[in-house]
């Protein structure tokens, strides 16, 4: 095989009570990629969308975790990759991400498949470091694996896939920028034993309530006293939002990675739509420009297309 | 019906990463009680061991319990209570709310089941708050309905129930005294956050890894940086106990509840064995009693005899 291309998904990260280990990847929006074997050692980089993102490989997230594979093969081979980016850069929607994850997945396929789903998370962190300047797989791990996923750990890479049952979710993108490095910088350093105690048990909560399809804990579970409190004050409207879901009958939700998208997660799709349209309502009488999008939980994680 | 007999079991709380919200259930050491319906509104207390605990109902757990029903129901009945204990008071197997609990699921039989399982809980919590001073279910929960059980939320009260593999606990009960008011005065009241994310992603990775039955995973998320490091001190010989056990093939364990009391779980019976070997010989080299208990998880929870 020459060329392939691949549909890697948008992810939303944190999941609430989550922060920095919880992640599920959305059915839309999802950037499109495709990838070409050259005959010589390097990363060739074509953008076919407006983000104006750069085509130098190492300033670029797939640059960089292509130039990872490329260290590792040793071979006398490369990559043009071709991108189109549906998942705006800043949206807190796991874009750069899906990036990372869009060209190792293709790489790894045009490659025979060599590696492993664990040591291509570790080459897409290695793009992902780029945008965040962090080790963070709470992104990566759902763009590749599909569905719920929990980071355990990064040092060493622990990810595990969680059970799940039928969800919808609603996001609305305020077309406003959050810089991750702002939203990290405001995080306080310490937080109450108290207040993490109230965290890890909702967590454990969550991830029973998904694993066993209890509606109502999800619900109760999505709650977060310590990052959101802090955050929703860079999201103009959050609170409006979330009442205005809940009141629409949304299971719960709230901002999405470290924002300005905020998700809400629904039992059936006609709840989702009817907490879409509550979500515009609110932003329809702001002048913030905004997208929306309705999709299931995307089980599947990046695709790679058939020819 | 006038009098019934049940046993009550012990029990390990916040079981390493779970701190004050998970817990589960032993099969052995438990608690034998019997109560009997009379004709005065009192609670007499019976004490059939040597524990020399308080007879007066407001100065002991199962008192407090029952107490807290009879004024709920308000009939001009009573209850005698019959306990022999051999669950140690101050063991950190959760002796107070095997009392508390036993007294509540006797009483509610002896009235025709008139309560539910969560207002039980309620009960309980009144006895458990007599010992602890504090609101805490996380051992209430796992002798009441048994397994391993995660308390969301003590206000309200929000337990959860998790699905969990074939495990087998090893126990050895230093006699040494704690006092559970000492092991949370020397708590750190702030934790850094990123030990906090490090703590609800093992929860979550715990729950997870229960419910699938992935006994690595278990392994692995059996890990604490915020509780552990300060409370073994108080515990003789922690780490050379918990080595011994890795060794002899157990998959993790800790402090039960706020010790002195060390746990830990395995796969098989034989290695549960193995595990309770290697911690005798740890103890046996030192001037320090003590006991152990080799036990499954005890799904059951509090058990009303037939008679």
Redesign the interface.
Known sequence: MKEVSVLAPASVANVV??????GFALAAPFDEMNLRLINEKTVRIINQDDHNLPTEPEKNVAGVALSAILDEIGDEIGFEVKITKHIKPGSGLGSSSASAVGAVVAANKLLSERFSRMELAEFALKGEFLASQGRHADNVAPCLYGGFT????VFPL?I?E??FPKLFVTVIHPQIEIKTSEARKI???????KS??????????????L??GDYG?IA??LEDL?VEPVRKSLIPHFDEVKNASLKANALGGGISGSGPSIFMLSETLETADAVKQAMCEVYENTKIEFNTYVSEINSEGVKILDK
Chains 1, 2 share one sequence.
């Open positions: 009570c989550g922060f920095d280990c919880l929990l980071v355990r750990s622990d595990v969680i059970e995080l306080p350093a310490q937080v109450p034993l993490a105690i109230h965290a890890w048990a909702n967590v454990g909560a969550l991830i029973a309530a694993s066993k804990l109760r579970s310590i």
